[in-house]
């Protein structure tokens, strides 16, 4: 079967540095998409993995590592405005997306 | 401005009464998709469409009817809407399936059945 497991819920503080981490397993592979969701809103993308390696944007970062199903979303200069939902979802082969339950970050002053 | 939109916002039903939710995108994308989300479980596709006239059941169909006679517009309707069934609910659209696209969300709507 198809699966994305990730932390229900992480816990950081203002300023900080917070990984996101997320494995999955699906029916071929076309990359990984994180969204950040805030309570009650729309899930909004933030980036895209199809290539092994860090991909870098802002206080954002996103790595992927097909070998070994993982991925994670690094924030770093933690901001109050950061406390959200952070979805991972794979892309299959169908080109469908299977989404993981979401991480969600409460941010502490 | 490029958007997904829904209406309504924000429902409250009683069981059994038939009722529509729109979903509209300005985008000329191809497919469209609908979710609902609730809590611990994530998001979990109901239906989705690759274009006009094509529909196709996702994870969690039962209950629910779509239709895509434009492209622009993807209806969910709830024939007879169950308590099972409240939940916040999202339209999405992309610009196709024959390669990787992001998808691009509606602001949600929220639904209570009695």
New interface residues.
Partial sequence: GQNIDQP?EMTATEGAIVQINCTYQTSGF??L?WYQQHA??????LS?N?LDGLEEKGRFSSFLSRSKGYSYLLLKELQMKDSASY?C?A?DS????I????TKLIIKP | EAQVTQNPRYLITVTGKKLTVTCSQNMNHEYMSWYRQDPGLGLRQIYYSMNVEVTDKGDVPEGYKVSRKEKRNFPLILESPSPNQTSLYFCASSRGTSDVETQYFGPGTRLLVL
């Fill in positions: 229900t076309n990359g998409f009650g809103e729309a899930p909004t993308f895209y199809v979805l979802a892309v169908n080109y469908q997306l989404w993981g339950a979401g």
